[in-house]
């Protein structure tokens, strides 16, 4: 069965120190790594797809990374918009549907 | 553009009443769509799927049912609420790539 474990459930950083986030995942066959970004109380937005070992995306302030056995997303200069619960999700390679497996995702706060 | 709706947005319902949460997406065709559940500090657990009209797939054995009518409408649905069935409920898409789209969620309190 697929599992994808993000650490750490929650990180409180300080406005403009950098930090990463982990998202470790088992699955057989990797056909992609997805990071989403959620606010209280509304769904999740969409970030990056990652689909090999060595691949990196970037978005504003967030970069993406992949290894064979995890990804992390790496947050530089963090202001306090970036305040969310950041998400990662892998594609259930068997059955139908391109169902995804998400983790239980990382809370993040920055502070003034 | 695809936009995806969400209605209600809120609801609170007694246990035993009926329920009916509906998501429709705009700007696709033959979308797979999608219903997750979110409890509080948990992750999405996925529902329900369905890869066109009339096809559905169900993951976790419960209370709810899904139907799709229409080709980008995805209705779900419960006979008699219970107070676990409390939660966000969210819909999504997915076209020809293999990332989904969310709605704006529902936030359903079984009273």
């Known amino acids: 069965e697929d599992q994808v474990t993000q650490s750490p459930e929650a990180l409180r950083l300080q406005e403009g120190e950098s930090s990463s986030l982990n998202c470790s995942y088992t699955v057989s066959g990797l056909r992609g790594l997805f990071w989403y970004r959620q606010d209280p109380g509304k769904g999740p937005e969409f970030l990056f797809t990652l689909y090999s070992a060595g691949e990196e995306k970037e978005k504003e302030r967030l970069k993406a990374t992949l290894t064979k056995k995890e990804s992390f997303l790496h947050i530089t200069a963090p202001k306090p918009e970036d305040s969310a619960t950041y998400l990662c999700a892998v594609q259930d390679p068997t059955g139908g549907g391109n169902k995804l497996t998400f983790g239980t995702g990382t809370q993040l706060k920055v502070e003034l | 553009s695809q936009t995806i709706h969400q209605w209600p947005a809120t609801l609170v319902q007694p246990v035993g009443s009926p329920l009916s949460l509906e998501c429709t997406v705009e700007?696709?065709?033959?979308?797979?769509l999608y219903w997750y559940r979110q409890a509080a500090g948990r992750g999405l657990q996925l529902l329900f799927y369905s890869v066109g009209i009339g096809q559905i797939s169900s993951e976790v054995p419960q209370n709810l049912s899904a139907s799709r009518p229409q080709d980008r409408q995805f209705i779900l649905s419960s006979k008699k609420l219970l107070l676990s069935d409390s939660g966000f409920y969210l819909c999504?898409?997915?076209?020809?790539?293999?990332?989904?789209?969310f709605g704006p969620g529902t936030r359903l309190t079984v009273t």
């Open positions: 700007g696709t065709s033959n979308p797979n």
């Open positions: 999504a898409w997915t076209g020809g790539s293999y990332e989904q789209y």
